[in-house]
């Protein structure tokens, strides 16, 4: 089965969504990504949706998902490079994305990222 | 028509191949790359195969010829993340990737980037 490549640069991981997504992809690279955190102890996610031209409910729920399972594997996703009128359908279909946060582009993403580990004090 | 996304770090670019290409889709590539370079001032130019499990002679010219678009628009071109056993293929096959660098994954190749950026002098 088609896989989505997981690329690592330091504590992130960068995933490029370029095709439509089906069940079987988005389980498998919930599962993916569920693992390559866990071995690499990456601290953050990074998502660009630049290629995609709809997000639906099911890719809206996918983002979600993979944004709760990286939360409890103590890693932050961010959803980068969303294209301006698929932000403005979501709105008028009433996805919010809750739970999701989003950047312009995987630059501010990585500086998103980057703010968010200098902030998060060290366990006491 | 489908087009590859292209993700600006800094100073580099970052391009994820995930499917097969097909001729329309790589001139598209080259010619998005050659305007994405010029436009940002990117000196590097990284390209993911890991999820290519062919790489054929047609795959090959196209990456020769991205890393013969960008080093005359003054960029350096480094494939990463190639699977072993495309590599054994492409030997066997007599294929050499003449003049395309390589590199291991995407952070081995922003090591090599980085090392080139501070390798240039500056012009006299």
């Known amino acids: 089965m ?6 690592q640069m330091g504590q992130t991981l960068l995933v490029t969504i370029q095709v439509d997504m089906q ?4 389980l498998a690279l919930q599962d993916d990504l569920a693992n390559k955190i866990s071995r690499s102890g990456a601290k953050g996610v990074l998502i660009d949706i630049s290629a ?3 997000v639906d409910s099911f890719v809206g729920r996918m983002l979600a998902s993979i944004s709760g ?3 409890i594997l103590d890693a ?3 959803v980068v490079g969303m294209q ?9 279909l009433g996805l919010s994305l809750e739970g999701v946060r989003t950047a312009l582009n ?17 366990a006491p």
């Open 76 to 78: 932050t996703t961010v």
């Open 84 to 92: 301006p009128a698929v932000a403005i359908t979501l709105v008028e």
């Open 2 to 7: 088609y896989r989505i490549p997981i690329l």
């Open 23 to 26: 069940d079987q992809m988005a």
């Open 69 to 71: 399972i990286s939360r």
């Open 52 to 54: 995609l031209e709809i």
């Open 106 to 122: 995987v630059e501010r993403g990585m500086e998103l990222l980057a703010h968010d580990r200098r902030e998060k004090p060290l």
